[in-house]
């Protein structure tokens, strides 16, 4: 899970060009929307495609993002799960 | 500013492509992460505007919020449009067997987003609007400026010249116009040509 978290956290910062982050400044149980990162709405559009480009995983709700995308161990929990990739 | 390198004098900066933009970023704002969501025309223009309102004593507090006015709008010009924005989007989903376009990318496909990136940072609320011409004219942006101070609530458009043809071809020269000071069209037209004239100096 380490390995995934740390993995995770390196291609957020690529896909969503968060140059100034490195991925130990990223907390993992921290919001990642609204406080915590800041991320936005076109943020979470691109975390979908990363979902599914990375991981095989097609979030048929995109409404389910909201809690899916809560935190870094949340998703990556929900990675672990339903990974097909 | 242009292509990567300063035209005025000031401290060292990286020159080229983005790594020049990036510098002054990191010197003369520096507290706007979502600058590096940006593409090469946002950044430009973002960044040109940034230095315009130093200039102007206007410069925001690290995390200040500023107030919103309507007052003010953004109106810029340009040819090469999202061109590079767009570019970069058509390679992105060129791969069939790897075909996942991305909203970040396609956000930026529209030139107008590059004055409503200064219009959130500023919160501006008055007009916003980039038009693309075949080639800077000046009689045609003093026109289109004078007509956008018509209303009787707009006082001031922060404008100009922001123009990205790729990463490392670029250009970008803003003003502040204000309705006060009562230009006619021959004299914004003037005004825009030495503007713009810098550029090629």
Same mark, same amino acid.
């Given at each position: 899970?380490?390995? !995934?978290i /740390?993995?995770?956290?390196? #291609?957020?910062?690529?896909?969503?060009n @968060?140059? *100034?982050?490195?991925?130990?400044?990223?907390?993992?149980?921290a919001?990642?929307?609204?406080?915590?990162?800041?991320?936005?709405?076109?943020d979470? !559009?691109e /975390?979908?495609?990363?979902? #599914?480009?990375?991981?095989?995983?097609? @979030?048929? *709700?995109?409404s389910?993002?909201?809690?899916?995308?809560?935190?870094?161990?949340?998703?990556?929990e929900?990675?672990?799960?339903?990974?097909?990739? | 500013?242009?292509?990567?390198?300063?035209?005025?004098?000031?401290?060292?900066?990286?020159?080229?492509?983005?790594?020049?933009?990036?510098?002054?970023?990191?010197?003369?704002?520096g507290?706007?992460?979502?600058?590096?969501?940006?593409?090469?025309?946002?950044?430009?223009?973002?960044?040109?505007a940034?230095l315009?309102?130093?200039?102007?004593?206007?410069?925001?507090?690290?995390?200040?919020?500023?107030?919103?006015?309507?007052?003010?709008?953004?109106?810029?010009?340009?040819?090469?449009?999202?061109?590079?924005?767009d570019?970069?989007?058509?390679a992105?989903?060129?791969?069939?067997g790897?075909?996942?376009?991305?909203?970040?990318?396609f956000?930026?496909?529209?030139?107008?987003?590059?004055?409503?990136?200064?219009?959130?940072?500023r919160?501006?609320?008055?007009?916003?609007?980039?038009?693309v011409?075949?080639?800077?004219?000046?009689?045609?942006?003093?026109?289109?400026?004078?007509a956008?101070?018509?209303?009787?609530?707009?006082q001031?458009?922060?404008?100009?010249?922001?123009?990205?043809r790729?990463?490392?071809?670029?250009?970008?020269?803003?003003?502040?116009?204000?309705?006060?000071?009562?230009w006619t069209?021959?004299?914004?037209?003037?005004?825009?040509n030495?503007?713009?004239?810098?550029?090629?100096?």
């Amino acid at each position: 899970m380490e390995e !995934l978290i /740390l993995k995770l956290k390196e #291609e957020i910062i690529e896909v969503l060009n @968060l140059e *100034d982050i490195k991925p130990e400044d990223i907390d993992n149980d921290a919001p990642l929307f609204g406080e915590g990162l800041g991320l936005d709405s076109i943020d979470a !559009l691109e /975390l979908i495609v990363l979902m #599914e480009k990375n991981y095989g995983i097609k @979030l048929q *709700d995109p409404s389910k993002g909201k809690e899916i995308f809560k935190s870094i161990n949340v998703m990556a929990e929900y990675i672990t799960a339903n990974r097909t990739k | 500013m242009a292509n990567g390198s300063p035209l005025t004098g000031g401290p060292h900066l990286e020159t080229g492509g983005t790594a020049f933009l990036s510098d002054l970023y990191h010197r003369f704002v520096g507290d706007y992460p979502k600058f590096f969501k940006m593409d090469t025309l946002g950044k430009l223009g973002f960044l040109a505007a940034e230095l315009l309102l130093k200039i102007r004593s206007e410069s925001l507090n690290a995390g200040e919020v500023p107030a919103p006015r309507e007052d003010r709008g953004v109106v810029l010009f340009g040819r090469h449009s999202s061109l590079r924005a767009d570019t970069h989007f058509q390679a992105s989903i060129q791969d069939r067997g790897n075909f996942f376009p991305s909203p970040s990318v396609f956000v930026y496909t529209l030139p107008n987003v590059t004055a409503g990136e200064i219009s959130i940072r500023r919160k501006y609320t008055g007009e916003s609007a980039y038009f693309v011409l075949e080639a800077f004219d000046a009689r045609i942006m003093a026109r289109q400026l004078l007509a956008c101070l018509q209303d009787e609530v707009t006082q001031s458009l922060l404008t100009g010249w922001v123009d990205c043809r790729d990463d490392e071809h670029y250009e970008a020269a803003v003003m502040m116009l204000e309705k006060s000071a009562a230009w006619t069209e021959d004299e914004l037209a003037e005004q825009l040509n030495t503007m713009f004239n810098q550029l090629n100096n």
